[in-house]
């Protein structure tokens, strides 16, 4: 997945559409923004500077989908966690979880949620859930596995036409197809000819945290040398008190 | 009333003080059970932990006290394999705690998982490559060790030695002692290690990140090492309140004095290889992972005393204090050394628990601090009030302490002939 | 063999011993793992046959064209329609969930309907002279508007109300420089589709005082003390010194004068936060009218509808004539305050609201009646601002209201004695009939002149979620426009601050009206992306003054009122602002000066 941060606007559809995907539970009143899940968040960052040379950006960030050295893979007691081959999706299978929430305490980049619940929605509103992805209970772990149903469907599209490879325009994660900016692109990185490969490609593009060796398959990219500054770890000097 | 249960020759308080003592200890445990009852059957929403802190004060205590229930294995390593014999006076003792160290450790962990009855998921589909696994399948391990050992100690009970199979079935036990102390501290050679190994391969949080040999990471011996150092150090300080709660005298002057030769030996140990290892981090380690290590103390309120603190102020004094012939004769001494010693260990296990977890990873991150709800607090209020009432139990019915009944009479001995000579 | 108990007890041994080496006990382990993944009480998603049907959101003007993934005839999840030619398949955020609306915790499931009636007919019949029936629409443009208008033409004394409509629309892709004085032009203004198709066409110059959403996008942010808009106007026209503006406005010389060269590129657009008002004026001297902004077109209306009430603004309408208010609350769009209302309700006037929500003018209303809302709602959307054509879209129902509605329209019509007619039928007949314009139809993937289609298709179509859109006539000139009053010299934010009321009132969401799907949590509460609408953010300096932390429970007071709200702390307000979500009650307490200061509870 490519990422222009130069396009994001903060808008949160990704978000949303990402919860409406995965069925995934408003929280109860009590919940914070430490206890909600959000397999995508976006988050505001800054230059660090005050007002009036203050500038932000958002950056969505969800799970960065590591290579096989993903964190996450290894520290699984119960092989819950793998990455596929085939695709190199880092899935995550709830059935199978636990709930040690050593993944959650691996993970750099905190994209990784607790069912700190159970799933509640308002009476009635159940009947909008995704017949593709089953809920969740509490006590599991759950993150971004890239719409892996909507892989499926594809997969499934494509064998009943008679064909080995999957049509690229059928499989689309809900938050590329919701972004109305087109700051998320989505497609195969092995593939030199598509625009994610190409957009990986570029000088202003980086990953998160890359010195820690995690191989993220998110590439984000700015024009703005502060926001390429992210990529790197956090600097006590900027201290900033973010919202909440 | 239930003094045909009292080992001969020993004396315990009357059944009245006796369940006066265990009264607020159940009820603490009644409620902490409670505490437990609601996290099982509300969920962990009843915690404070959340998605930055997925460990909390759970995780932090249970490898703090399966830390300190290292003296079990190392007693037993010491007295069974390294023929050391003076340490037959506290085995027994040693072992009671590592049983309920380690018992009330799983029990924690079990209402600290979100799906307690998929806990055989770990058993059954391992993860080789996962140091928890690791830990899992050692440490159940070492849990039936440890009541295998602790059998004996229940079966020598003057009541059930009256019963003859169990009079040669514990016979038969002690025959194992060998064995079990051998697979004792190998077990706990690796699930010491797993425990720090747990943090040292994060590599997705630089702060707990360690190079190592083949797989295992540097924490996996400092954990190892530094249980190993605190374990008689426990076991002495244990030992102590017990003989001041009994206000009965135990075990020889000179058992205190060879524990704290041994803790602070291992301890001096220790304190060198973390030395070292700290040195790695600051230097290689964890700028080659992009993080500056000086970036970790600007976080208020972890500055740098708190490394200070664990490796100077709570490792190098005290094990300076028990390796110094002249102070280790003194109690005080002894006991406060030992104390510091717990409390070192402690911290680390809190600087690797918590702090790993309260330090931003990402730039724009925040340092996130966390204190735990009531319902935690009380949970592990019960692990700790099963401990007390379990050691309680073993103590009045069982004999832990075999010096116990010699130093009783030669004690006695001794006011005859003072009262004898004070006559004449 | 003979059967002994050993020889039973060695068959068995041996039998259970051979089992193991067998798949069958390994089988039989793991799927016992079953029972624990998933507990009663978790909900299953229901199955059914998955179709895709075609719509148009009714949550804002924009009225984006919607594809529903349907289970069964239940929409589960919405898109947009990607080749459609303004809205370019985006969805904002509340359009992505709306269709968990109908099933809202919050929402009204009843009404006094009978006693409404009563009650309304009786004041009608009762009323003193000069006593007014009136029709509050909070979106107007739509079919359903004409009815009350043609209502209130019929009735003796009756009136049409709407908050402001500007008589133009905005044709953002002829634009090549966008000055725009606060409207959030990346984050809620028109139809994000259409805005974020043009983007690359045009170079945007935001003046605010905070740096929102849109002022983090565009090309160059003028951070402005609040109240000095005109400064900046005239700047950029040439009218004052640059350097006499940047000491004006606190901002740089080297900005302002980067501003002023942007504007060379082309045609240039002004915008204004308040979509009513627009720096008419301003736009007129760039030379803006013709090209950028233009007049506003409307989908042909049946002959008969001719005879309309024109629309009257609120603060024209003669202080306490009304003596029955019908307000029409059931799309979200505009909210005028209370407090400008109540001065032209007669002593005894009752208020009937149409609305599927308690938090706007349910609170002052006597009579709360449910409306249908998206996806449950059959009426058209009205135009946006930057919709240029004329358009006509019917937003389709998906579902049948699941709890009993009235339908505004009817009521209306009844009380006034209008025949009960099918209106959207009537208008799709009347476009059809004046022959303009295209059909694009979403289901069948492809558009089509009016003329080519009969009017029974093209009903069928428009019911399907198709669209008609006539971009035929050339653009006018909104010579005959109102432009508003508002000059650019009118303050947008308040120069003016009292000791009492220290800061600036600035809205940092777009204001929506009505209910917000539950799931908004995600932004609001689980990820403090947005601010929701019992929250204020002050900037380090005002909470630290006042004694606030983080998260302390505070009260928000204006010279009109009070509101309890929540406070958080961002870095990103500059001192001397407070910014506030939009929503019906904090909207109340705004004045003619956005004041305000918050206290610590």
Known sequence: MSIDIDKCNGCGAC?????????????????????????????????????????????????????????????????????????????????????CRYCMVACPYHARYFNWWDPAWPAGMEKTLNPDVSPRMRGVVEKCNFCHGRWHAAQQKAAAAGQREIDAADYVPACVEACPTGALRFGDLNDSSTEVAQDAARPESFRLLEKIGTEPKIHYRSQRDWVREIANAPHPDGKDEHRG | MDKEFITRGLRRSSTGRFLLWILPWAALLVFGLYCAGLCLVKGLNQTNMDNRFAFGLWIFLDLTVIALGAGAFLTGFLLYILKIDELHAVINSAVVIGVVCYSGAVAALMVDVGQPLRSWFTFWYPNVHSMLTEVTFCISCYLTVLLIEYLPIVLRNRKLHDVPSFLVFEHKLHNLVYVLAGVGTFLSFFHQGSLGGLYGVLRGRPFAFREGLAVWPSTFFLFILSAAAVGPSFILLTTKLVETLSRKRLVRPAVYRLLARVSGLLLSVYVLAKTVDTLVWINRTSPGSGFEAWQYYSWKPFGTWILFAEIVVFGLLPALVMLTPRLRMHTGWLVTAAAMACCGVALNRFVMTVQTLALPTLSFDSFVSYYPSWQEIGTFLAVVAYGVLVYSFSFRYFSLFPEERELRLEAAAREEETALAGRY | ????????????????????????????????????????????????????????????????????????????????????????????????????????????????????????????????????????????????????????????????????????????????????????????????????????????????????????????WLPIRPGTESAIASALTGEIAIAEAARATGVDEKTLGAAKEAMAAGPVLALAADPGVTPGNWNAELGALGRTVVARREAPVPEAW???????????????????????????????????????????????????????????????????????????????????????RIAAPLIAPVVPVVNSGEFVARIAGLPQTDALRERADAIHKAGRGTLIDYVAAKSKPVKEATADDFWKALNQGGCWMDDTEKQAAPGKLELAAAVVGRPLTSPTLHDELPLTVVTAEPGRGGLESPLMSKLERESNLRLSANRVALSKADARANGIENGSRCVFETARGRLSVVAVIDAGVPAGVVEVAGGARMVDLYGPNRTARVVRV
């Not at chain 3, 955020?93 to 499931?109: D, E, F, K, N, S």
């Not at chain 3, 349910?362 to 449910?370: E, F, G, I």
């Open chain 1, 15 to 99: 978000m949303m559409a990402c919860a409406v995907e995965n069925n995934i539970p408003p929280m109860p009143e009590s919940a914070n923004d430490r206890k909600g899940i959000t397999w995508i968040r976006v988050y505001k960052v800054d230059n660090h500077r005050a007002y009036p040379e203050r500038r932000t950006a958002f950056v969505p960030v969800l799970c960065q989908q590591c290579g096989h050295d993903a964190p996450c893979v290894h520290v699984c007691p119960q092989q819950a966690v793998d990455v596929d081959p085939e695709t190199g999706i880092v899935g995550q299978m709830p059935e199978r979880c636990l709930g």
């Open chain 3, 306 to 392: 001719k005879k309309a009430a024109p629309s009257t603004a609120v603060s024209a309408a003669p202080d306490r004539s009304i003596r029955v208010l019908l307000i029409d609350e059931s799309l979200p769009g505009g909210y005028v305050p209370w407090q400008d209302i109540e001065p032209k309700l007669a002593p005894n006037a009752a208020v009937v609201v149409f609305s599927s929500t308690s938090e706007g003018y349910a609170r002052h209303a006597q009579y709360v009646l449910p409306t249908a809302v998206y996806p449950e709602t059959a009426e058209d959307i009205g135009p946006a601002i930057d919709t240029v054509a004329a358009v006509f």
């Open chain 3, 1 to 220: 063999m003979t059967t002994t108990r050993r020889n039973l007890l060695k068959f068995v041994g041996g039998g259970a011993a051979g089992a193991l080496l067998t798949p069958a006990p390994w089988r039989l382990i793991t799927d016992t793992a079953l029972w624990s993944e998933n507990w009663p009480g978790i909900p299953r998603p229901a199955r059914g046959e998955i179709r895709a049907r075609f719509t148009h959101c009714t949550l804002c003007p924009a009225g984006c064209a919607v594809r529903a993934r349907c289970v069964g005839g239940q929409p589960v999840s919405l898109t947009g329609v990607k080749p459609h030619p303004i809205g370019h398949g985006a969805l904002c955020p509340w359009g992505l969930v709306g269709h968990q609306l109908p099933y809202h915790p919050a929402r009204i499931r009843q009404g006094p309907v009978k006693e409404a009636i009563v009650a309304v007919a009786r004041a009608i019949a009762q009323r003193g002279a000069g006593e007014r029936v009136a029709v509050l629409d909070l979106r107007p443009g739509r079919t359903v508007s004409w009815t009350y208008r043609r209502a209130m033409a019929v009735m003796a004394g009756g009136l049409y109300l709407t908050p402001f409509q500007p008589a133009y629309a905005i044709d953002l892709a002829a634009a090549r420089t966008v000055v725009s004085f606060g409207a959030p032009l990346f984050d809620g203004w028109g139809t994000p589709g259409n805005v974020f198709a043009a983007r690359a066409n045009f170079r945007l110059i935001q003046v605010e005082p905070v740096e929102s959403r849109t002022a983090a996008l565009a090309d160059i």
